[in-house]
């Protein structure tokens, strides 16, 4: 079935810095993906939706400048936390559209990365 | 996008079968309905997905009335594996995925 690999699934950075994660689709092309973040007991708040070739469309309130995302080809898209402060500290899951109404729902879902800003 | 009400939370033993229902009353006609799992500090994993009447996999069941205006996600026999936060989804097509609260799943030995 459809996979999608999300890299690295923990990082620990510095305030201040920044921080990338990458989201690949292993085995299907993926125009469009998908940024959740996380946060303890809460549910998933959509951040940005990444179309490959143009730029992301990001939800309400989400700082595009802070969340810069990248969707260069039909297998990967990257998020990028800037200037990374410890309230940025979430999980953060990619998802791709992995075709219409397939086995999986259509969507397939990273396994997250756990970003700790100390 | 259709909005999805679930109950917070809910609890079971081993070996019960836990049926948790999920509202949508403005769903629209070409949406599809589907369930994600959740562990912590993974991401969501499908479940099952419906539209209409009765679907079953490997691993569950869901109900979904003629209105379609609610559906029913059933869990035979569950274990302590099971213990988990469990998403309904209204959609279709190519909208974004929106989430809802959960439901959070907890089986008791």
């Known amino acids: 079935g459809a996979v999608v690999s999300q890299h690295p699934s923990r990082v620990i950075c510095k305030s201040g810095t920044s921080v990338k994660i990458e989201c690949r689709s292993l085995?299907?092309?993926?125009?469009?993906m998908f940024w959740y973040r996380q946060f303890p007991k809460q549910s998933l708040m959509l951040m940005a939706t990444?179309?490959?070739?143009?730029?992301?469309?990001?939800e309400q309130g989400v700082e595009k400048d802070k969340f810069l995302i990248n969707h260069a080809s039909l297998t990967l898209s990257t998020l990028t936390v800037t200037s990374a402060h410890p309230e940025d500290s979430s999980f953060y899951i990619c998802?791709?559209?992995?075709?219409?109404?397939?086995?999986?729902?259509?969507?397939?879902f990273g396994s997250g990365t756990r970003l700790t800003v100390v | 996008l259709a909005k999805t009400t679930q109950p917070i939370s809910m609890d079971s033993y081993e070996g019960q079968e836990v049926n948790i229902t999920c509202s949508h009353n403005?769903?629209?006609?070409?949406?599809?309905i589907t369930w994600y799992q959740q562990f912590p500090s993974q991401g969501p994993r499908f479940i099952i997905q419906?539209?209409?009447t009765k679907v079953t996999n490997e691993v569950a069941s869901l109900f979904i009335p003629a209105d379609r205006k609610s559906s029913t996600l059933s869990l035979p026999r569950v274990s302590l594996s099971d213990t988990a936060v469990y998403y309904c989804?209204?959609?279709?097509?190519?909208?974004?995925?929106?989430f809802g609260a959960g439901t959070r799943l907890a089986v008791h030995p």
């Open positions: 085995d299907f092309q993926a125009t469009t």
């Open positions: 998802s791709a559209r992995s075709g219409g109404q397939t086995a999986s729902g259509g969507y397939t």
């Open positions: 419906g539209y209409k």
């Open positions: 989804l209204v959609g279709g097509g190519y909208n974004k995925l929106i």
């Open positions: 403005n769903i629209a006609t070409n949406d599809y």
């Open positions: 990444s179309n490959e070739g143009s730029k992301a469309t990001y």
